[in-house]
């Protein structure tokens, strides 16, 4: 979920594809859109990613600003750092989130985006709550300072794997009963249910070919790394741009190059061009460290591993196992969604994920990126890792690294730990481990 600067390098080192180009313009233009929001008389609520309701917001021609997104372009522009030490001294504990406490340190110290035009204030603060805790202390925060309305729409965790007709009219009542009527009175329209069913209709036509993409890592080589990589695809459909011809235009055109890829046998875009030889295919689980983004990357690069799965691409909703926005059911689709998103799944249905991943994208193990400050991710996952070694036979690998703070990113011990890790690859098919992008 970023736009097209990676790590703190300029953007002009970077290779872009023709669809990273529109991304980049996209998201420029929506940042640009708040900033004008005062003087246009636009609305905008704050939201969350997981679970974030982007098709009712647009109903109402309500902007949507989503937080971790402003956390991790700070953190990708090198920003993080002061905006987590302002928190802090402001009383927020080290072990606190730091994507709260880059957002808090971010308003305070004016609230500036990544186009560099300031963000308008909240005119309402829309809680989902998927799966992580620390969603609602956020906005607890965020209501304190900037004073304005909250309306929380409690999303049921899956404890049990499954979606019951109860949990999913709970959801739904919620929409009927307390969102819809906040976006009605904030805006004076009243909800237009045939709009909605328009917004989801793009919505499902954008997932089917953004699934496409990430299910294209199947193929040998893969011609795109879906973790690294996969962060650019997945940004217009988990944030402001589902339910939007900008979004189907988007997937319409990756999914388009990605095709041919395929075609010519090539492995995925890097930061510095392509990359010549797959010699390693991983599935990753947990977010990655935005403050050392494309350094992170290279470790990978550098020794010729592809990430052909992610979990974390699926935090904003788990497409390919089957899900659509349904414009047939519009509550009822907006309710499973929520429902739906990685975080409020539970540990079972993770391993199921995970395991599966790794057998049907013929992975050589997988890796866990364990993240010191979200709970929602690393509770549980060495569970996961003996799980998953169990049922693959598989090797599992474990880094440690934070979101946004550059305090606990430990270049040399994560690059010794990947490092040894595909040596142990290596070992296990009795071939040598050389280095395929030179030293770093």
Known sequence: MATSTTGNRPAAEARKDESQERQKRMIGEHFHQLARASQTGRKCAYTFVPGNL????????VLPVLPEIN???????????????????????????????????????????????????????????????????????????????VVMLHVPYQGDGRITDSMRRYVVDQLREKVIPAFERLTGRAYDEDLLREHLARSARAEDDLVWVLEAAKQKPSPIDAYFGG??????????????????????????????????????????????????????????NWTSFREFWKMFTDEGAVVVASTYTKVGGVYDLGFRHDPARPLETLAEYCMGCYTNLNLPTRVDMLSRYVSEYSADGFLINSVKSCNSFSAGQLMILREVEKRTG???GFIESDLVDPRYFSASNIKNRLESYFQMIAQRRGTAAPRVGGAS
């Not at 589902?242 to 979004?247: C, K, M, Q, S, V």
């Open 54 to 61: 982007t098709e009712l917001l647009r109903t109402f021609d």
């Open 71 to 149: 956390a991790l372009q700070s953190g990708m522009r090198g920003k993080s750092r002061d905006y987590i030490a302002l928190a802090e001294k402001l009383g927020h504990s080290e072990d606190v989130c730091t994507y709260v406490k880059c957002d808090v340190g971010m308003l305070r110290s004016g609230n500036v985006g990544p186009t560099g035009e300031r963000l308008p204030s909240p005119d309402l603060l829309l809680l989902s709550y998927t799966g992580c805790f620390t969603f609602l202390k956020w906005f607890e925060i965020l209501a304190q300072e900037y004073q304005c309305p």
């Open 231 to 288: 962060v650019y695809y997945i940004g217009p459909i988990f944030s402001a741009f589902r339910g939007t011809e900008a979004a189907i235009e988007y997937y319409r055109e990756l999914r388009a190059e990605v095709e041919e890829r395929l075609r010519q046998g090539q492995g995925p875009v890097i930061p510095d061009g392509e990359l010549k030889q797959e010699k390693y295919r991983v599935v990753v689980e947990g977010p990655p």
């Open 394 to 396: 598989r090797p599992g």
